[in-house]
């Protein structure tokens, strides 16, 4: 059944009558005229029931003496129907059993009585009450659902604009290109680990050997291309715990956290991964074809217990070793203590 609206927006309220005797439903119809209502009939207790299953009622005026089913026996039938228990029920009853009608009625959850012959004004004003109570409970049920959609809205807003603070400090700290850290990114944690532990951090210095060569040779795209591969592969020549990132260029760094003080040598080792991993062909996909690209790289490694106690001198003391990396004839890691060029494989002194 379509719902009756108000200007409100609140359904127009549905007033049940349940009376076996037809007559006294037209005298309570012609009577409850007078209030904005629709006025529903029921001549026994089933009709009662099955009418408020099909409509909300926002009051029933329940007969008490009815045959078959009694008022009783529907207010209670409609105390166990979850909501339905919830519409106000006021019993009309003959005057001689008045008051044993209205206790039982109570017990039932009537929320009033009537005597016959109904007093006119009382019955009004009652209905009226109870009229008013369910318009502003349908008034209240329209804030309430206003301010849950209001709320819906507005953590979908603090949601979207989370993501969207996420996202720009992502790409403050992020390289556009690799999604690798960027140089402030790399910086604040390198201050932090050296912070936290110094003797435990090591950083590697790399550069990448023929690069400019193949960015000139076959445009910035080709370039771009061997940058993303660069960056997976250094990523898999790491530890978990280890950050890699681009400083610019084709400049990558590396911050080698929690080193365990009982293997010296790791910081080598990790750096000769990366020369053994950058040495071995890269197989690009551009936009004209494929291409196979060969770079090499010169690593420079600092020991931020031995090389330097801020993240400046540590970074200026792998950089260092990296240039030396490179004037020795690339291709190869250099220690920032290390006054020799050092092959790969080399041991430590």
Known sequence: MDELSTDEGVPRPRILVVDDIHANRVAMRRLLAQ?????????????????????QFALILLDVQMPDM??????????????????????????????????????????????????????????RAFLELYRTRGRLQQLLGQMEAYNRRLQAEIAERKQAEARALHRAYHDPLTDLPNRARFYEQLETALAEDAAAVGLVFIDLDGFKALNDGHGHAAGDALLVAVAGRLLGAFRREDVVARLGGDEFAVLLAGLPADQPDLPRRLAETVIDKLSR????ELAEGAMEARIGASVGVALGARDGG?????????????????AAGKGRVMMAGDEAPRLPGQSVR
């Open 35 to 55: 209030v904005d209502a629709e006025i529903v009939e029921a001549a026994s207790g089933a009709e009662a029931l099955a009418a408020c299953l099909e409509t």
């Open 310 to 326: 801020s993240a400046d001198a540590l970074v200026a003391a792998a950089d260092a070793a990296m240039y030396r990396a490179k």
């Open 70 to 127: 009694d008022g009783f026996e529907v207010a209670e039938l409609l105390s166990g129907q979850g909501e339905l228990s919830q519409t106000p029920v006021i019993f009309v009853t003959a005057n001689y059993t008045a008051e044993l009608d209205a206790l039982q009625g109570y017990e039932l959850g009537a929320v009033d009585y009537l005597t016959k012959p109904v007093n006119e004004t009382v019955l009004l004003a009652k209905v």
């Open 281 to 284: 062909p890269f197989a690009l």
